[in-house]
């Protein structure tokens, strides 16, 4: 079986950081491209950041210059650095993956459990 963990969520101040990291596991042929979404209580899960599988990041405007994607195929992981955190950044985050799994050998999008991240003021 396929599957993405997540780690590193945590409560921190404003203005700290925190490195969130996902594991993807199981009979995975390859990954695709990869992603970060987080969910605010209340709202709809949204894009957070997104790497290609060739290592092009994307972000959505509000972490602009302070979050930063990245990814290591060799150890199947996703990174996302979160520095200047601001409260309005506290939500669950999800790891999402494009994932070529062995056992089918199609693609498919992969979410993991999430991990919360909570910024008080």
């Known amino acids: 079986q396929v599957q993405l963990v997540e780690s590193g969520g945590g409560l921190v101040q404003a203005g700290e950081s925190l490195r969130l990291s996902c594991a993807a596991s199981?009979?995975?042929?390859?990954?695709?491209?990869m992603a970060w979404y987080r969910q605010i209580l209340g709202q709809q899960r949204e894009l957070v950041a997104g790497?290609?599988?060739?290592?092009?990041?994307n972000y959505t405007d509000s972490v602009k210059g302070r979050f930063t994607i990245s990814r290591d195929n060799a150890k199947k992981m996703v990174y996302l650095q979160m520095n200047s955190l601001k409260p309005e950044d506290t939500a669950v985050y999800y790891c999402?993956?494009?994932?070529?799994?062995?056992?089918?050998?199609?693609?498919?999008?992969?979410w993991g459990q999430g991990t919360q991240v909570t910024v008080s003021s």
């Open positions: 999402n993956s494009k994932i070529r799994a062995t056992t089918t050998g199609r693609w498919s999008d992969y």
């Open positions: 199981g009979s995975i042929f390859s990954l695709g491209a």
């Open positions: 790497i290609t599988a060739g290592g092009s990041p």
